[in-house]
């Protein structure tokens, strides 16, 4: 089975610090994905990658970005935290665009 | 642009009932893959079903069926038997082309349901 690990499922952090989250899959997938999540709108996407070290903004990149270094690794990164990033963050990834997006546990990240 | 849209957003059904959950999605693709999933209360969100936009039979996994109308533009899912372990919340997904031909997905707002002992 794929795994998809998140490196934390609570975090909280104040604002202006810089975030970092991270997540991992171990199936070797091409795709990967920043989702996230909030009650009523559903799931928006941040960032995805196809590929190391390529990437493509989603609908609602402003004040993230994202690394992927390493295949197997996608990392989110919230250059200043300002409370409306209290959110829940999804990493998903896929092994093309067609297979269906496996997803992380999530973290609940809050902003104070 | 597409769009995914689930006008309900929360429904109950009484266990070892059947429920209908909709989904409507627009797009001037001919070609393209439609998802449900399901994200249980604090746990990891999992695929139910999928269905190609190609196939005209509606795609069926055990007690999880979907009723694909592709002219109206409609995609709804129908559980059947509901179980406690049902209650979750569903988001509807849309398997988009972007214009520098890689895929993204785009989800419905989701659709709780709360199944009834």
């Known amino acids: 089975d794929v795994k998809v690990t998140q490196s934390s499922r609570y975090l909280v952090k104040r604002t202006g610090e810089k975030v970092f989250l991270e997540c991992v899959q171990d199936?070797?997938?091409?795709?990967m994905f920043w989702y996230r999540q909030d009650p009523g709108l559903g799931l928006r996407l941040i960032y995805f990658?196809?590929?190391?070290?390529?990437?493509e903004k989603g609908d609602i990149p402003e004040g993230y970005s994202v690394s992927r270094e390493k295949k197997e690794r996608f990392s989110l990164i919230l250059e200043s935290a300002s409370t409306n990033q209290t959110s829940m963050y999804l990493c998903?990834?896929?092994?093309?665009?067609?297979?269906?997006?496996?997803f992380g546990d999530g973290t609940r990240l809050s902003i104070l | 642009a597409q769009t995914v849209t689930q006008s309900q957003p929360e429904m109950s059904v009484q266990e070892a009932e059947t429920v209908t959950l909709s989904c409507t999605y627009d797009?001037?693709?001919?070609?393209?893959?439609l998802f449900w999933y399901k994200q249980p209360p604090s746990r990891q969100m999992i695929l139910v079903i999928r269905?190609?936009?190609?196939?005209?039979q509606n795609a069926t996994e055990n007690r999880f069926s979907v009723n694909f109308q592709k002219a109206a533009k409609s995609f709804s899912l129908k559980i059947s038997d509901s179980q406690l372990g049902d209650a979750a919340m569903y988001f509807c997904?849309?398997?988009?082309?972007?214009?520098?031909?890689?895929?993204?997905?785009?989800f419905g707002t989701g659709t709780r349901l709360k199944v009834l002992a």
């Open positions: 269905q190609e936009a190609y196939k005209q």
């Open positions: 797009t001037s693709e001919s070609d393209y893959y």
């Open positions: 997904a849309y398997r988009a082309r972007r214009r520098t031909g890689t895929y993204k997905y785009i």
């Open positions: 998903a990834s896929s092994f093309d665009g067609i297979q269906p997006q496996h």
């Open positions: 990658s196809y590929d190391v070290k390529m990437k």
């Open positions: 199936m070797d997938h091409e795709n």
